[in-house]
């Protein structure tokens, strides 16, 4: 979903909310350059899957208080910190609430490892629309980005290019995961061989906004995952749809259809020609899901 509504005059433009996103990735991105990262104490969120550390939670007050002295009228719903509503009302604004979604670091486990493949990402959206998004690798240099214009690595367009046919594409994906392994073990262990035979390779990075990043690049043909989060998914979203590709979701374990950044599941290509294997496995997913509502 990713229709057009109506801008009061108060609300900032696309452009200008990519520059306050950018400029509070920026300040969390310099935070962590300036880390040492040997020994870094580790917690566990949900399992030994799921891990936090202190930096997560310092990047996260980073990014908020930019985000509140910038546009304190924005809600701002952060992986650590949860939903925070606006400071403040817009002035005079009457329409579609202005939403900053925070991931402070993107792969946190590649972060606590000393691996550099994690990343800053700041989605925005009005009302359900996504308007603007930026993902900031701050190990590795790069900074993609867009608002309502290309979209861009390091101010350099990004040149959109078709999905390859699957004998000869490269899919970063960790689908179909340890929760479908959990939930449903047989289609896990099916699903698994089928995407790895059915395409050229298959790599897991560990970041979900890197890897729909990478795929806005072109550097790899398809992402996809089927238990997934707003603050995850939505910059690398609307980068990706800016670079000219196409994104699917799915309802997922709830059942209720949102707009695409609010769904769990999703395949992403880098242009508008699909994966078919990946679309047929989710599509099975989401009627075993469907089946035990």
């Not at 108060?10 to 310099?30: C, D, G, K």
């Not at 899919?171 to 449903?184: A, D, K, W, Y």
């Not at 997934?228 to 910059?235: F, G, K, L, R």
């Amino acid at each position: 979903m990713n229709t057009t509504a109506p801008r009061s005059p108060s609300v900032p433009s696309p452009t200008q909310l990519l520059e306050i996103a950018t400029t509070a990735a920026s300040a969390a991105a310099e935070y962590i350059r300036g880390l040492d990262r040997d020994g870094l104490a580790r917690e566990y969120k949900t399992s030994s899957h799921d891990i936090v550390t202190e930096h997560d939670r310092a990047s996260e007050e980073i990014i908020v208080s930019e985000l509140r002295r910038l546009l304190p009228s924005a809600r701002i719903v952060g992986e650590e910190g949860g939903e925070r509503p606006a400071q403040e009302p817009a002035p005079g604004a009457e329409g579609p609430q202005v939403s900053f979604y925070v991931d402070p670091i993107d792969g946190t486990s590649n972060f606590a490892a000393g691996l550099p493949l994690f990343c800053v990402s700041i989605g925005v959206s009005i009302g359900d629309d996504l308007v603007a998004g930026v993902i900031d690798a701050p190990v590795l240099g790069q900074v993609f980005a867009a608002a309502d214009g290309e979209a861009t690595l390091n101010g350099r367009p990004l040149t959109p290019r078709s999905t390859r046919p699957a004998a000869d594409a490269l899919v970063l994906s960790g689908f179909p995961g340890q929760r479908v392994g959990n939930e449903f073990p047989e289609f896990a262990a099916r699903a698994q061989r089928a995407l790895e035979n059915g395409v050229s390779s298959v790599r897991h990075l560990g970041t979900a906004a890197l890897e729909l990043a990478y795929v806005a690049a072109g550097w790899a043909d398809a992402t996809s995952l089927a238990t997934i989060n707003s603050w995850d998914v939505t910059a690398g979203f609307h980068i990706l749809r800016r670079a000219g590709g196409s994104i699917r979701t799915w309802p997922g374990t709830g059942g209720i259809e949102q707009a695409d950044h609010l769904q769990p599941a999703y395949v992403a290509c880098t242009g508008q020609e699909r994966l078919t294997v990946l679309d047929e496995l989710h599509e099975e997913l989401q009627e075993l899901r469907n089946a035990a509502l």
